[in-house]
């Protein structure tokens, strides 16, 4: 049973426009969610996490919402750029010594 | 920030045999994990790997089939054991983010296919 779901596997986005990328869990055990970007043959790139006891965080041109009550959160990008273009991973933590539970991923692609 | 590499970078190894993927940071880091990208699917943890304490495996995975070494704070092996086509995947470290208990930088992986 997959306890952090990316039910869209690819998005396409005008360059200039917003990218919205969203995530569910089912785990209410989760404190800490996390964005991961990740180019062909490279390791995923932290982006920007949020804890559960906030409703959104900002960095830059990358914003997290997270909606506890619905158990969904959404990565905002803006303005997206070429470089955007990668897969997006959602991940959570239970925090201390847990590792990250992520899901399956969606492919962004920026389009000129 | 930390520096993580991996070797090898990617392999192609018969079934049967085994493969021990290694770990470097260049910072020392309490804990390191080892996670798995199988095709098409997302990354999930293969186990927990503490300095001087064995590693705490996930639900799925065993020592047998993946031993892992621990030998210092900066260093680890995992070993994919007696392997079959199911076990290419790529293969991935990763440690603790400065002070955070949960974010994690990661490895540039280990790409591993098994014939």
């Known amino acids: 049973d997959q306890q952090v779901k990316q039910n869209s596997p690819s998005l396409s986005v005008q360059e200039g426009r917003i990218s919205i990328l969203n995530c569910d869990y089912t785990?209410?055990?989760?404190?800490?969610f996390l964005w991961y970007k990740k180019y062909p043959a490279e390791g995923p790139t932290f982006l920007i996490s949020?804890?559960?006891?906030?409703d959104k965080n900002e960095d830059g041109r990358f914003t997290v919402f997270l909606n506890k009550s619905a158990k969904h959160l959404s990565l905002h990008i803006v303005p997206s750029q070429p470089g955007d273009s990668a897969v997006y991973f959602c991940a959570a933590s239970g925090g201390g010594a847990d590792g990250l539970t992520f899901g399956k991923g969606t492919h962004l692609i920026i389009q000129p | 920030s930390a520096v993580i590499s991996q070797k090898p970078s990617r392999d192609i190894c018969q079934r049967g045999t085994s493969l021990t993927i290694q770990c470097q940071v260049d910072s020392q880091v309490t804990m390191m994990f080892w996670y798995r990208q199988q095709p098409g699917q997302s990354l999930t943890l293969i186990a927990t790997?503490?300095?001087?304490?064995?590693?705490?495996?996930e639900s799925g995975f065993v020592i047998d089939k993946f031993p892992i070494s621990r030998p210092n704070l900066t260093f680890s092996t995992l070993t994919v054991s007696n392997m079959s086509p199911e076990d290419s995947s790529i293969y991935l470290c990763s440690v603790f983010i400065g002070t955070s208990t949960y974010e994690q930088y990661f490895g540039p992986g280990t790409r591993l296919t098994v014939t």
């Open positions: 790997a503490n300095q001087g304490s064995e590693a705490t495996y």
């Open positions: 949020i804890s559960s006891i906030k």
């Open positions: 785990n209410s055990m989760f404190d800490y």
